[in-house]
């Protein structure tokens, strides 16, 4: 079942067009696609309310780095005074000693400039890095803490990976994006800002002379960038069915060998491989004519300007080397932060369209919190348990329970059978308040539910369900999980009624085994003895079995049979089950069939009423007799 899930995500529009690359940051090809937010400006307003709290680590970031950027900008100034005063030495109208004095001046200055600068740089990049790894903390404890809150419907209308890659995905791009983005586009304006300050200082004539090609510039960056866009999207729809195809073969592969698909499955391969490499070529090789253009144009520019100073050089007010070389510098370093801005707005919209996922996430409806009754923790629960006039569907459009009414007294043990898609799970999830019934309630001892807090009452109930759940963990830990203080002693009795005691001691670390994620270390029917097991240990007031047995061979279910009687001895417990030989001695059978309980009573009662019970039972009798 999850390889499924694992597959569809894969395959899912979201995630291929987010996951590779990581979104546009640093090194990015120039004229990739950003993802577009939903709401740009709503979003980025609640994003600066966001990190509100470090707002003053926030403006420490943004002065420094102004700081930096000006005096970044200012310096090569010196090196012009420095270039000018030699060219007037030579030239005889600045003497020897005055000017070397000069020259030394500038030099120290230009020095300790740099050492500010380098001082100044280092405190942006470790304040930046700092709020940058707060607000990552935040968002995933946050989210976390949002998820703990959620229904379980939400989990189930999404898929695992895109909920995954909200909080590993979104969170990073986001948070590195605060760093980056902001000193970046900071910066990137107030160097654009500061130069061309210094431009017209040195010379207003050069400057316009300059600027006059920066029409041509946005032109052809953007023409081309538009074009290699397109290129890009399809190179990344390319990349989605690789992956998708990738994927699939490997969860599948049991199956597709089987079938003999092999070629099949390998042809379809190369097609899109060969696909993705003609538009990966193409998108390659427009985003990387951008700079080359650019440049051209650039140097066309300094030629302009190169010339232009020459000639106001033999001008009555004449420019000298110095200034026509810093000129220069400036007028190159004048394209990159432009190009710099043009970038981090495409970043700016993966981050916010990152930050609207993770508000979304945030934003859910949570389940109720308030109690009626707060102070039950050491409320001692009898096991009275009364579904009133229950109606439930999952979704809106498909009805599933109506009306059902149902009492069982404490102790009491009650089975519920019926075919495949009967409800018989969704009874469990209600009684747990894994959902919410639409109408009617739940009364334990008398008092609904939903006035019980649900931590308070889910410790009440034992469960042992269908999918069996083990988190990545030794197996002692996973036995005492509803027990953590249980003692070693403890956790081997609970085992050994559980008859998987021999099996752990098979295992060279025994009870210290660890089990893997998913467990694929231990089979199914051993997987059904530990979470049994871990019910025993837990020792509930109410007990739920799911199919709890029909992973394991019949003498095996035999034993543990016998043990779960002794477990079950005075409490009360709903029992599952499809083999009906292991419910007979049930107090009271319910037989459900959609949704509804069709009968009621005990074994006997049933069968003599020959109704869906006896045609059940005597079709389970007739071919497998036990
Ligand atoms: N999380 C869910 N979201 C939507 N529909 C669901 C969900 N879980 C179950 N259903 C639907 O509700 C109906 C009852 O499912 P349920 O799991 O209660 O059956 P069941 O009696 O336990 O069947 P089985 O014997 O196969 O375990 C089915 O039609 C199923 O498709
Ligand atoms: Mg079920």
Redesign the pocket.
Known sequence: MTDVKKKETQNSPKSKTRGQGGGPGHGMPLGRPAEKAKDFKGTTKRLIRYIGQYKWLMLIVIIVTILTTLLAVVAPNYSRFILNDLQEMIVGSLSQDEGVARIKGFFWLIIILQVIRFLLSMVMFLVGNKVSVFIGRKMRNDIREKFEKMP??YF?SRQTGDILSVVSNDVDVVTNSIQQSLINIISSFFSILGILVMMFIISWKLTIIALLILPLFILATSTIAKKSQSKFIRQQKQLGSLNGHIEEVFSASKIVKLFGKEDESFEEFQDINTSLAVDMRDAQFLSGLIRPIMEFISNIGYVAVVIVGGILAGATNPLLVGDITIFITYQKNFVNPILNIANVINQLQSTIAGAERIFEVLDQAEENQDFALNEVNNYDFKGHVEFKDIDFS??ED?E?IKDLNLEVLPGKQIAIV??????????V?LLMRFYEVNNGGIYIDGVKSTDYPRPILRKQFGMVL?DTWLFSGTIKENVAFGKPDATDEEIIKACKQAHVHHYIETLPKGYDTVLKEDADNISKGQKQLLTIARAILFDPKILIL??ATSSVDTRTESYIQNAMTFMMEGKTSFV?A?RLSTIKKAHTILV?NN?RIVEQGNHKELLDKNGIYADLYNSQFLNQPT
Do not use: F, V
Request: hydrophobic fraction near 25%.
């Open positions: 379980i419907k189930d999952y979704s498909t599933l019926g075919p495949t898609g009967a409800g018989k799970t969704t009874l999830n269908q799911d199919e599952i499809h459900m949704g």
